[in-house]
């Protein structure tokens, strides 16, 4: 694999993937990104009240849903993102109109051309909990949550390129 080639991987799933959703998320859910570290996104950057951590997985209506995961990656580190203010977790899945490997975009708007569809469950904070902290390699540690494992649904709405899941528990008005 060429440097170029790795590069750009490297780009598209560190910065320009996550970027794209945490776009989309902030526009449906009437939020801002956060230009500071920590949570993803705030309802007002002057004096916030509430949060929202954004996770995706990508799924496929061309491969069978078993070769993709069914849960997504938390930096155990982010469980504490919601210190003073209400947090929900944002975890969602997403389609594309062709594979990754097949796409050059050099910015997450250029990305989000290539999202079909995506499906969003907004869940209360202290959901995560349930799983326990995992150290890897290099000792990161991190949390898989499991779609398996969502709250029950209480309402779903219909927004641009996809549904949005309020969870049993959440507080958010959409």
């Known amino acids: 694999m060429s440097k170029r080639i790795s590069n750009h991987a490297r780009r ?3 910065y320009i993937i996550p970027t794209a959703h945490e776009i989309w998320t902030a526009s449906v859910l009437s939020m801002q990104r956060n230009p500071s570290h920590g949570i993803d996104l705030l309802d007002n950057l002057e004096a916030p009240r509430v949060g929202v951590e954004v996770k995706f997985i990508l799924t496929s209506p061309i491969l069978p849903e078993s070769d993709y995961p069914s849960a997504w990656t938390t930096q155990n580190h982010q469980v504490d993102y919601n210190d003073g203010i209400t947090c929900h977790w944002a975890l969602g899945q997403y ?3 062709r594979l990754v490997k097949d796409i050059k975009a050099q ?3 250029e990305f989000e051309s290539h999202v079909a569809k995506r499906e969003l469950w907004l869940v209360a904070w202290d959901w995560m909990n349930q799983y326990p902290p995992s ?3 290099y000792g990161n540690i991190f949390r898989y949550p499991k ?3 969502l709250p029950e649904t209480v309402r ?3 927004v641009e ?3 949005i899941h309020l ?3 959440v507080s958010l008005t959409i």
Request: hydrophobic share 20%.
């Open 12 to 14: 598209l799933n560190g």
């Open 95 to 97: 389609q594309l109109d």
């Open 107 to 109: 910015t997450p708007e």
């Open 135 to 137: 150290t890897v390699k």
């Open 147 to 149: 779609k398996s494992n």
């Open 156 to 158: 779903t709405i219909e």
């Open 161 to 163: 390129k996809g549904l």
């Open 167 to 169: 969870t049993k528990g």
